[in-house]
T-cell receptor, first 112, second 114 residues
């Protein structure tokens, strides 16, 4: 069965600091990997996705993520966090079965 | 504008009543999904449909039912058999081409059962 683990429930960073959110997945074939962001009471917005090719992918709002097959990881990074990045972040895995599975999310708090 | 519309945004129902949540998309996507979100639980898949007149159970289908009679519509019924129906429900769709499961989400429906 496919699954996603986000080990950090809540992360707090200072504005301007770098950020890394962790994601580990389990999937029996080539995965499609996604990071989404959610503001309170809203739907989810796609930040970036990995299907194939270059393992370092760039997304919106200055985010990037690196796919590491050997570690089954797809960590999200940002060099300098802005106060507007405070939100909940979800990692997801999908594939040829069209079933999309999400992690439990990481809540990001940004201190001024 | 293309997108996914969920209605209503807020829904209140008495315990023991069935309730249907609406989800419509005009993105011409083949696949559609229903997720339930509870605090600290992330998004849990209820049902998904890859094509019209076909759907599969997700991880927490008990107490829910769906239909997919039209490509653009995927309504979810929360039945009285669902033990704890109060939650935030999200509908999504994806293009389903070349295994593309990139999902586009609606704004959600918050269901409260009293």
């Amino acid at each position: 069965a496919q699954s996603v683990t986000q080990p950090d429930i809540h992360i707090t960073v200072s504005e301007g600091a770098s950020l890394e959110l962790r994601c580990n997945y389990s999937y029996g074939a080539t995965p499609y990997l996604f990071w989404y962001v959610q503001s309170p009471g809203q739907g989810l917005q796609l930040l970036l996705k990995y299907f194939s090719g270059d393992t370092l992918v760039q997304g919106i709002k200055g985010f990037e993520a690196e796919f590491k097959r050997s570690q089954s990881s797809f960590n999200l990074r940002k060099p300098s966090v802005h106060w507007s990045d405070a939100a909940e972040y979800f990692c997801a895995v999908g594939g040829s079965n069209y079933k999309l599975t999400f992690g439990k999310g990481t809540l990001l708090t940004v201190n001024p | 504008d293309g997108g996914i519309t969920q209605s209503p945004k807020y829904l209140f129902r008495k315990e023991g009543q069935n309730v249907t949540l609406s989800c419509e998309q005009n993105l011409n996507h083949d696949a559609m999904y229903w997720y339930r979100q509870d605090p600290g639980q992330g998004l849990r898949l209820i049902y998904y449909s890859q094509i019209v007149n076909d759907f599969q159970k997700g991880d927490i289908a008990e107490g829910y039912s769906v239909s997919r009679e039209k490509k653009e519509s995927f309504p979810l019924t929360v039945t009285s058999a669902q033990k704890n129906p109060t939650a935030f429900y999200l509908c999504a769709s994806s293009p389903r081409d070349r295994g593309n499961t990139e999902a586009f989400f609606g704004q959600g429906t918050r269901l409260t059962v009293v």
